[in-house]
């Protein structure tokens, strides 16, 4: 596949990660690999280990074209809500590369603006290797942040959950509270921020 100038379309791959947690921002990476550098393992970043997702995140920020990360902060979520943020955090990722891509595939079946032409692939971050790529980095990305929001707000245990709505975490909300990171507009987070709300008028 050529571009008009007769040089090969630079395709970029997307994924987001963080959709579902009650707490932190939703990460999005954007990635254009090497055809001449092929990185041998990438796959959905659900399915690796973190050891190798972070070796795999060193091999793709080494060997790729290009990649960067896009974000959709907390009152973004809580503002836009989460479908329209993570597509925020993607067209950020993609507007944030060093090289302009031909092409985008979008990991699902929503797909941000974008003035390039986008495709949609459904479990795109298991087939697609710039999209597994950027599964990876975004995960990687993400997961890196919710530690150090852990030390910043501790009690809740984020570097276990990363924010995701485990007993652990729910049990946490009940017990502390809602912190300036959780998303308030999420139904856990709302009924916590209502018992709160109600014992302390008693």
Not at 114 to 124: D, N, Q
Not at 152 to 167: V, W
Request: hydrophobic share 40%; glycine share 6%; proline share 6%.
């Amino acid at each position: 596949m050529s571009s008009r100038s007769g040089a090969p379309n630079l395709v970029a791959g997307v994924d987001e990660v963080g959709r579902g947690p009650l707490a932190g921002p939703v990460v999005a990476a954007a990635v254009i690999l090497d055809d001449t550098r092929p990185i041998e393992g990438l796959a959905d970043s659900k399915v690796l280990t973190p050891r190798r997702r972070e070796e795999l995140s060193i091999l793709i920020k080494g060997c790729a074209l290009c990649w960067a990360l896009g974000r959709a902060e907390v009152e973004e979520i809580d503002r836009l809500n989460i479908l329209q943020a993570s597509l925020l955090a993607m067209q950020r990722a993609v507007m944030a590369l060093t090289l302009e891509p031909d092409l985008v595939l979008v990991d699902g079946n929503q797909a941000p603006r974008l003035t390039c032409p986008v495709t949609t692939v459904i479990r795109g971050d298991a087939t697609i290797p710039s999209i597994s790529a950027a599964s990876i980095l975004a995960k990687v990305a993400r997961d890196a942040e919710m530690c150090d929001l852990d030390r910043r707000y501790p009690g809740y245990e984020f570097s276990l959950h990363k924010g995701y709505p485990t007993r652990a975490h729910i049990e946490a909300l009940q017990r502390q509270g809602v912190s300036p990171i959780h998303r308030r507009s999420f139904g856990p987070v709302r009924r916590a921020i209502t018992n709160m709300t109600e014992h302390n008028s008693m």
